[in-house]
């Protein structure tokens, strides 16, 4: 049974912004999946999203995730010497991960792939956080809280916790895995949660040497 045959509360709109994003997801991914995957898991993204957002909004979020997950899934199903991918899971969604995720990004220059999720689904980004990373030129206003999907993990080369307060996050066993012990700048002021950027910062920085050590060596003198 497809999403827009369960969620009888849809609206048939919404139902039919659904359907075609199903199509044109089973067009992107024909190469890797059936339109029986792409169906189900867009279905199983408009189960956890829905109820989080406005309405209006939820075809264009059950499409960015489940975008994500095939492309996780994908990934997971390619050559090795695919781009590193890296999942941070905080505990909404809406402050560490998220952070954490778009530095990634922005120092990898896009050569890492970055992922965050959480516990909530839907919700808006912390304002403080948008705030402190405009700063350096990452606009969040876009951005979205992000349930745990299993693909994601399952392509992550490097699951990095934000905390020990992240909720019960079960991974698999011989997941890459590191915790990251740092502050929680969800409603924090503004200088608070600028330190939390820059002391996460310093840790992109550090795991993205480890990923690409070849790139954070000096250039040998001749």
Not at 19 to 39: I, M, P, S, W, Y
Request: include cysteine.
């Amino acid at each position: 049974m497809s999403a827009t045959e369960a969620g009888t509360e849809l609206s048939p709109t919404t139902k039919l912004h659904i359907e075609k994003a199903v199509d044109r997801l089973a067009g992107e991914f024909e190469e890797h999946c059936n339109r029986e995957t792409v169906q189900r898991m867009m279905d199983d993204s408009v189960r956890q999203l829905t109820g989080s957002q406005v309405e209006d909004f939820l075809p264009a979020l059950a499409f960015r995730f489940t975008r994500e997950r095939l492309k996780a899934l994908s990934r997971a199903q390619g050559p090795e010497s695919a781009q590193p991918d890296v999942l941070f899971i905080g505990l909404e969604d809406t402050g560490r991960g998220q952070m954490a995720a778009a530095l990634m990004t922005l120092r990898s220059e896009g050569r890492v792939v970055a992922h965050s999720a959480g516990g909530s689904a839907g919700v808006n980004i912390d304002p403080g956080v948008m705030e402190v990373m405009a700063e350096l030129g990452v606009d969040l206003s876009e951005a979205y809280a992000k349930p745990l999907a299993p693909e994601v993990i399952g392509a992550a080369d490097r699951v990095v916790t934000m905390g020990r307060f992240v909720g019960d996050v079960k991974l698999p066993e011989g997941t890459n895995h590191v915790d990251w012990r740092v502050g929680d700048p969800t409603g924090a002021p503004v200088d608070e949660v600028r330190r939390v950027r820059d002391d996460i910062d310093e840790r992109v920085q550090a795991l993205l040497g480890e990923l690409e050590p070849a790139r954070s060596q000096p250039p040998e003198l001749t």
